[in-house]
């Protein structure tokens, strides 16, 4: 009701958003106790204000959003005071606005996804309050009340830390990318690639699934809203075609999965991973290349496997696009996207700068269409899209980023993530292997609850060090946990990309879980075998052997996707299951040199 009456001013809203953050990437250097406020400034209408409805919810909403602004725009104003206080709150009347603002964002991320990150968030603030009082090596020495708050909120060590940094300068511009591309005809070139490259294959319809949803998915970063958008057209097409619904569920839940791991964007965690490592997100973009095709290779072989049981048709050629409407409609992709990798790759400007040409690439682009060519009036009416989707997407990461960095910053003033660290390597007895299952189980239970994103960040602040105190890398580390991060998307008792799509089709979701878990086998696999075959990441350095590395691993995970669901006596299939496994895990690929 709210969004309905007032879309004019949500529309400006999202206008000023886009802005607002173009605009830091051009104007230079600025604050980080100027920016980073600004940016929770404007995602705090888009919590409190646009879910709104009644005059109670709409007075709470917009009290709670004054209030969150008023302290936000506090701290902009005062940067340089506050620069000099080293973190140290000094009146009463700064404490109340570091509890107001710690509040706020807690609530922010409960209304934006739910309860447990913010309890997650809550009991690590109680910690940091109370923590001293815990008997063993669990406490902690305690830190002034002033000093603790006042590290969180008006110093870089909570919520103003590196990662919001990371989604004012990186993500939110990445976000109004891929909202300028979805307002216009891109998620439709999508499927026509899809449909015509294919659609007249066996099992095409579900092959169209699984690389409309890599495509999508790579600027979406949501295995939801991939599937919300892309099964809307897929899931009916293979329902039409009489393909299995479990099958028909299964395919779009684990096509809509692998496009978090899908560059060039791969959702918000690439750019997260940039921040936590300091690796650049070019090399972060090469070394998950290969992993996300074999994953995506899996799949397609076991959609084969599937049609060796039974029939599973092509689409009808009445159903696949004319070459004129394939190239037409691909443009409104291709086009930003080359503009994207050019600048980024060809040119050497940084991938903010890259993205925000990109998006006034495709800002062009929503005034054209496919049939009709030029019109401005639905031009407009695709901005004003953008403008909507940008806000709420901005909004939704944001809200999870900041309750991240109060987690985060507790974990950093008491030295629980150390401590944290040295129980995992106590509990896996100093062994690699142990580690990362308990770091894998970990991921596992986090992300039934928490978006992927916020559960790579957790995990990996507590378990990174660990893993790489044990010999790995911190850019592998952090691709094994940002991998096993997803596992939830179709691994149940949780499992919202399968409980989304077997709702679609009317499927029992548990028989839809068990066949997306065959048919994304690699989401198991692959980031162990990353462990085990090193240089399949190295593909920026050493080429030759990361092609060798994803050769072999190519043929394991088509024997075991073939092992798992294709047609084979119980003999075939348990040599062609423990064949493959042993070629990833005892046969490793190490790189040269």
Not at 379 to 395: D, N, P, S, V
Not at 544 to 569: D, H, P
Request: glycine content about 12%; charged content about 10%; some cysteine.
């Amino acid at each position: 009701m709210t969004e309905i009456s007032l879309r004019p001013l949500w529309v400006a809203l999202g206008l000023l958003t886009i802005a607002a953050h173009l605009g830091l990437v051009f104007y230079g250097l600025v604050p980080n106790l100027v920016s980073r406020p600004l940016h929770m400034a404007l995602l705090l209408p888009w919590v409190f204000l646009l879910p709104a409805n009644g005059r109670v919810q709409i007075t709470i909403g917009l009290a709670l959003t004054v209030v969150g602004v008023a302290c936000c725009l506090w701290i902009a104003f005062n940067h340089r005071a506050l620069r000099d206080q080293y973190g140290f709150l000094e009146s009463q009347a700064q404490v109340w606005m570091a509890v107001a603002l710690l509040a706020l964002t807690i609530e922010g991320a409960r209304r934006a996804i739910g309860w447990p990150l913010p309890l997650v968030a809550a009991a690590m603030l109680a910690y940091g309050l109370w923590g001293q009082h815990l008997p063993g090596e669990f406490g902690h020495s305690g830190t002034p009340l002033r000093s603790f708050l006042g590290t969180l909120t008006i110093a870089e060590g909570g919520l103003w830390g590196s990662l919001t940094g990371v989604s004012v300068g990186v993500v939110a511009i990445f976000v109004i990318f891929g909202a300028t591309l979805n307002a216009g005809e891109a998620g439709r070139g999508f499927m026509n690639v899809a449909a015509a490259a294919a659609g007249r294959l066996k099992g095409g319809a579900a092959k169209v699934s699984v690389l409309s949803s890599a495509l999508f998915g790579s600027i979406s970063g949501s295995a939801s809203a991939n599937v919300a958008s892309t099964g809307a057209v897929t899931l009916p097409a293979m329902t039409r075609l009489g393909y299995p619904k479990r099958l028909s569920a299964a395919v779009e839940a684990v096509a809509s999965s692998g496009g978090q791991i899908m560059p060039p964007l791969m959702g918000a965690g690439a750019f997260v991973m940039v921040e936590l490592t300091g690796v650049p997100y070019t090399q972060i973009m090469l070394a998950a290349v290969l992993p996300a095709f074999l994953y995506f290779l899996a799949v397609w072989v076991g959609i084969n496997a599937w049609a060796s049981r039974q029939p599973l048709p092509g689409l009808p050629k009445d159903q696949r696009p004319s070459r004129r409407d394939v190239a037409v409609t691909s443009a409104f992709f291709l086009v930003p996207f080359t503009v994207l990798l050019w600048l980024m790759f060809v040119s050497g400007f940084t991938p903010q700068y890259a993205a925000c040409v990109a998006t006034f690439t495709g800002a062009g682009l929503l005034f054209f269409d496919g049939q009709r060519g030029f019109d401005a009036r639905q031009g407009t009416r695709r901005l004003a899209e953008t403008a909507l989707g940008a806000g709420r997407q901005i909004a939704m990461i944001g809200s999870i980023i900041l309750c991240a960095s109060i987690i985060i910053g507790v974990l950093g003033i008491t030295g629980l993530g150390v401590k944290l660290t040295s129980v995992i390597l106590s509990g896996s007895g100093g062994l690699l292997w142990p580690s990362l299952l308990l770091t894998a189980l970990a991921c596992l239970l986090l992300g039934m609850e928490v978006p992927t994103t916020a559960a790579y960040v957790i995990c990996v602040s507590v378990a990174g060090p660990a893993l790489t105190q044990l010999g790995l890398s911190p850019l592998l580390a952090h691709l094994f946990v940002f991998w096993f991060a997803l596992l939830s998307t179709i691994t149940p008792p949780v499992c919202g990309a399968v409980f989304i799509a077997a709702g679609m089709v009317g499927e029992n979701w548990l028989k839809v879980a068990i066949t997306a878990m065959a048919l994304g086998v690699g989401l198991y696999v692959i980031p162990l075998g990353m462990v085990a075959n090193p240089a399949l990441i190295g593909l920026a350095d050493e080429p030759a052997t990361a092609a060798l590395a994803f050769g072999k691993m190519g043929l394991a995970l088509t024997a075991l996707s073939w092992g798992l669901i294709g047609k084979a006596s119980p003999l075939l299939r348990t040599i062609l299951i423990a064949g493959s496994l042993a070629a990833v895990f005892l046969a490793p690929v190490a790189i040269t040199g």
